[in-house]
């Protein structure tokens, strides 16, 4: 979850008036089809825990999983990979998106997870700013809305800092809601989270080189190292509230 995402419309509203000319200046490029590195950036970390919810995990936990399986996936589909993280550190927004604008001919992915006052809310989001990643983000929503049980709340336009100062194609994928009973405990399972990662990374790949071409069935099980940084990261979760 971000922080400003109740201020998302509005904001984004003003920010679409007011700065046309910022969005030029910004030399934002076109990679949605020729791309060979992904940028893979796992949500909050350190200090910054993100959502904690009695159902799940800490969101910081397991956006690094999903991540670090996307990017296991990405390279046995022969991208070059980059992750903005790959341990429990904080890493400031706009470092973030400096990694990503560094890696040229590229594409950014952001794994999040949700967070709502009302735990009935629930469901994958997209978001995207640059209209060069708006392919790539409906792709994404496609391919997460083949799982299971899967509800739909859309792709969605935002400000969020990882997709505005973006020069390359970058979405923002909400993983569901860690407030909801049900999509909070699937977040607990490895299996679940295998699965995200396979529906994330078939879009990536579908993005690139066409449907049907991919070719990474999802492995149940987490690899040794992640059921490692689990435990320590479940370990020195804050308790709720603490956000
Ligand atoms: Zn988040």
Known sequence: ?????TAVSLAGLAWALASCSSTESLGRKNTSRTFRTVVVDAGHGGRDSGTVRRFGPPEKAVTLDVAQRLN???R???FRTVMTRNSDVFIPLDQRVDIGNRQGNSVFVSIHFNDARRRGIRGFETYYSS????????????????MPGASNRGVRTANFRVLRNA??????VECGFLSNRNEGGRAGSS???ELLADKISEAIV???????????????GPPP???????SAGGAAPAAGTR
């Not at 979850?1 to 995402?5: F, V």
């Not at 071409?213 to 492995?219: F, H, K, L």
């Not at 190292?225 to 435990?231: F, G, K, M, P, T």
């Open 1 to 5: 979850m971000l922080r400003i995402a």
């Open 72 to 74: 296991r996936k990405l």
């Open 76 to 78: 046995e589909s022969q």
């Open 131 to 146: 209209p060069y990643a708006v392919s790539l983000a409906r792709r994404i929503q496609q391919k997460l809305l083949t």
């Open 167 to 172: 020069v390359y194609p970058s979405v923002l």
């Open 191 to 193: 299996s679940y989270r």
């Open 206 to 220: 579908e993005e690139r080189y066409g449907t049907g071409v991919y070719d990474a069935p999802p492995r149940l």
């Open 225 to 231: 190292s992640l059921l490692r940084a689990e435990n």
